[in-house]
């Protein structure tokens, strides 16, 4: 299992995370790209007197999607409504959500891959047409009657963009595949957490910290408090060693690889010969959810080098022997 878990479990994690959360895009790091493309469409819109349309986050978890739902409803100046596909399980589910819909609101959907195929369904219509039919009563006497809606914007946030139907991706106005965050752009975000929590930090403790952070913000800001503690505890400076003494203690090493990294890299050389195996093969080994292993482990790999994908599955590189200290010949 992860020391440190990629999702906020707690309360207070989730807290922690919403305070940082920037509120603008001229706040949001990074992703140059996608906020440039994301302001243009803000700015056109307003321009027009017109609601946004409607808007796809594609990306690994933690890299700012919800960040980014919440920023467009603030540039808007709208209010957000937040759900998430495995909320919505039918129809009923989200004719409920849309039928209180007012105008201009953002209708956040996280992980809407997940949504149920009859929910999906309304929603084309609800995106295209702003239209939605309810059935009302049962059996033979079952009607369906047509409700208008006011146009809003869905921003729909998803780790697995492949797995959209084609209908529904077609939807959306705009896509944006969010990138994994340089070790450059990560020192930035937790500059920034570091001021915002007044640790007084700066430098080469942020930048360890940012190199062991898996190119996800969400991973760096959990890191920074873990190294807060570290520090506390021990009365030390939030320095260097303390970040490496805190990053050793929870597991995490020189290049970010967590307890769960490294067991999916140990079975793909140990108990497959370096493969090439299939990933959901790997996560049943190592007992993990095979979507875990897909959306969070194998995308950092693959970027790190460490295991290549080929046609027939998942091999293990050279550097990633040698980043285990296990000899290629072995193979
Ligand atoms: N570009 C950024 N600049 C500063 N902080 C960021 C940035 N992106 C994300 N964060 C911070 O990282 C944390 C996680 O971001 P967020 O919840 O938006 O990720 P996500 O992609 O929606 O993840 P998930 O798909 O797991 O819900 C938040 O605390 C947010 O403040």
New binding site residues.
Partial sequence: MNAIP??PESDTELE???T???RNLR?????EKVRTQLDLLLRAARLQGRTPDHIL?A??????????AMIVAEETGQALRLTSGPALQNAGDLAAVLSSMTEGEVLFI??IHRMARTAEEMLYLAMEDFRIDIMVGKGAGAQSVPLDLPPFTVVG?T?RAGLLPAPLRDRFGFTAH?EF?SDA?LER?LE??ARLLELGASGAPLAEIASRSRGT??IA?RLLRRVRDWALVHQAELDTPSAQAALELYDVDARGLDRLDRAVLEALILRFSGGPVGVRTLAVTVGEEAETVEAVVEPFLVRSGLIARTQRGRIATLEAYDHLGIAPTSR
Wanted: proline share 11%; charged share 25%; no cysteine.
């Fill in positions: 990629e999702h922690f995370e919403s940082l959360r920037p706040e949001f790091v990074g992703q986050l990306g690994p978890p933690g890299l700012g999607k919800t960040t980014l996280d992980e946030a780790t969010l965050y752009e975000v920034r957490t913000p969400r800001n």
